[in-house]
T-cell receptor, first 114, second 111 residues
Framework: NAGVTQTPKFQVLKTGQSMTLQCAQD?????MSWYRQDPGMGLRLIHY???????DQGEVPNGYNVSRSTTEDFPLRLLSAAPSQTSVYFC?????????????FGQGTRLTVV | GQQVMQIPQYQHVQEGEDFTTYCNSS?????IQWYKQRPGGHPVFLIQ?????EVKKQKRLTFQFGEAKKNSSLHITATQTTDVGTYFC???????????FGRGTSLIVHP
């Protein structure tokens, strides 16, 4: 069981470039989400999905797109990178049922936009 | 929208001292979770509280959920250097799919 796998671990982009951050989970979780973490700001929700084909915006969605064509994968696309998107990005997944709905996080992607 | 406030932002302690972080929600929660993130790492689930007034313990860590289900606390007794990291609370309302995270409390333990 790999859990939640994020790639790449590190990335440097030039302003205006686009890229996709990959996230895959092998736990058959319905819920998946993307967060960005900036110093002193905690974990801010970018987008989330409650199942294949269903996505919705979080707190800070501007500049990012997502899609969920399979249960396992939830890629995050940066359309035109800006320095303000320099951050650490975490993908997480969890079950949807009541009870213990702990989130499992990936190792993170450290993105620098220059 | 739902807001989850967490204080303090930072806490310096001497090894052996106690530590507490507090979490307050603007709305009533269905459950609250706590996570720990080691420096350079990713958040790792610690515990979930569901019932009003619930208290759970994990060795030196004590977690409480308020009677009104709008606040929670994490208390660490006799801190150790291995406790260093950022502790996040994450509150979920009945109508939300994804919990809202607090900004976290960074614990620095001085040997």
């Amino acid at each position: 069981n790999a859990g939640v796998t994020q790639t790449p671990k590190f990335q440097v982009l030039k302003t205006g470039q686009s890229m996709t951050l990959q996230c895959a989970q092998d736990m058959n979780h319905e819920y998946m989400s993307w967060y960005r973490q900036d110093p002193g700001m905690g974990l801010r929700l970018i987008h989330y999905s409650v199942g294949a084909g269903i996505t919705d915006q979080g707190e800070v969605p501007n500049g990012y797109n997502v899609s969920r064509s399979t249960t396992e994968d939830f890629p995050l696309r940066l359309l035109s990178a800006a320095p303000s998107q320099t951050s650490v990005y975490f993908c997480a997944s969890s079950f949807s049922r009541e009870g213990n709905t702990e989130a499992f996080f990936g190792q993170g992607t450290r993105l620098t936009v220059v | 929208g739902q807001q989850v406030m967490q204080i303090p932002q930072y806490q310096h302690v001497q090894e052996g001292e106690d530590f507490t972080t507090y979490c307050n929600s603007s709305t009533t929660l269905s459950n609250i979770q706590w996570y720990k993130q080691r420096p350079g790492g990713h958040p790792v689930f610690l515990i979930q509280l569901v019932k009003s007034g619930e208290v759970k313990k994990q060795k030196r860590l004590t977690f409480q959920f308020g009677e009104a289900k709008k606040n929670s606390s994490l208390h660490i007794t006799a801190t150790q250097t291995t406790d260093v990291g950022t502790y996040f609370c994450a509150g979920k309302t009945g109508g939300s799919y994804i919990p809202t995270f607090g900004r976290g409390t960074s614990l620095i333990v001085h040997p």
